[in-house]
T-cell receptor, first 112, second 114 residues
């Protein structure tokens, strides 16, 4: 039973365009959501998070949107850069505590 | 740089053997958790330690065990290795003033079981 789902295993976007990565969750107890970026041979690096009391959080080129009624969140990267090419994991938790429940990840390729 | 270091970075073991993976986290990070990331999957929670006591466990069998030491280091031990244990093992540390975005991951230990 996968509680956090990233249904797109891969996404390819042209440099300068917007990248939209999607994530769905099933557990209504989740109230804090995070996006991690992972390069090969490195551990996941925190990117951006959002609490369930918000519907949007922005940090530079990265914006996360949360739709609680649909149990859906998305990460927007604009403009996309080749250095953004990595695997992006969506994660969810209850009250900001571990454990984190991760999706399977989406591999983003930004083409120059 | 997360301040979380793991060793070894890569290792190969034979089925049935035992393995110990190590993690050193930042001073003041009293919570450490371990995750297993199999190929093509997201990280899966194994267990968590707080001040040297296990205080949370995922869906992993008892042959996965751990220790946390007062010097902010910890170990993950896996007995009777199986082929499916081949994965990236990630250590994550959390400061006592916890918020979800301050979970720091190490670079992981790649375990191959043959």
């Amino acid at each position: 039973d996968q509680q956090v789902k990233q249904n797109s295993p891969s996404l390819s976007v042209q440099e300068g365009r917007i990248s939209i990565l999607n994530c769905d969750y099933t557990n209504s107890m989740f109230d804090y959501f995070l996006w991690y970026k992972k390069y090969p041979a490195e551990g996941p690096t925190f990117l951006i998070s959002i609490s369930s009391i918000k519907d949007k959080n922005e940090d530079g080129r990265f914006t996360v949107f949360l739709n609680k009624s649909a149990k859906h969140l998305s990460l927007h990267i604009v403009p996309s850069q080749p250095g953004d090419s990595a695997v992006y994991f969506c994660a969810a938790t209850n009250s900001g505590n571990t454990p984190l429940v991760f999706g399977k990840g989406t591999r983003l390729s930004v083409i120059a | 740089e997360t301040g979380v270091t793991q060793s070894p970075t890569h290792l190969i073991k034979t089925r049935g053997q035992q393995v110990t993976l190590r993690c050193s986290s930042q001073s003041g990070h009293n919570t450490v958790s371990w995750y297993q990331q199999a190929l093509g999957q997201g990280p899966q929670f194994i267990f968590q330690y707080y001040r040297e006591e296990e205080n949370g466990r995922g869906n992993f069998p008892p042959r996965f065990s751990g220790l946390q030491f007062p010097n902010y280091s910890s170990e993950l031990n896996v007995n009777a290795l199986e082929l499916d244990d081949s994965a990236l093992y990630l250590c994550a540390s959390t400061p006592d003033t916890n918020s979800g975005n301050t979970i720091y991951f190490g670079e992981g230990s790649w375990l191959t079981v043959v």
